[in-house]
């Protein structure tokens, strides 16, 4: 079974850090989050273990939206 989404933007929609977190897959989270310091974003919480499951990071967007990574290493 796949996952389908999408992104919307309307006058409705107001970016938040507080709503929904969808979790990507990041091979490496370690060189995303490092991408995302030098490019002057911000990194919401850290890259943490989270037991057996692997590692989880969140960043937020350019409009302040948080964006979950998720990676076994």
Same mark, same amino acid.
Do not use: C, H
């Given at each position: =079974?796949?996952?389908?989404?999408?992104? =919307?933007k309307g006058?409705?929609?107001?970016? &938040?850090?507080?709503? %929904? %977190?969808?979790? #990507?897959?990041?091979?490496?989270?370690?060189? %995303?989050l490092? !991408?995302? $310091?030098?490019?002057? +974003?911000?990194?919401? #919480?850290?890259?943490? $273990?989270?037991?057996?499951?692997g590692?989880?990071?969140? %960043?937020e967007? &350019?409009? +302040?939206? !948080?964006?979950?990574? $998720? &990676?076994?290493?």
């Amino acid at each position: =079974m796949r996952a389908a989404g999408t992104l =919307m933007k309307g006058e409705a929609f107001q970016p &938040s850090p507080r709503g %929904v %977190v969808i979790y #990507f897959t990041a091979p490496d989270i370690d060189g %995303v989050l490092e !991408r995302l $310091r030098k490019l002057d +974003g911000k990194v919401a #919480f850290p890259k943490t $273990r989270i037991g057996p499951l692997g590692f989880v990071a969140a %960043v937020e967007d &350019s409009e +302040g939206n !948080r964006v979950g990574l $998720r &990676s076994w290493q």
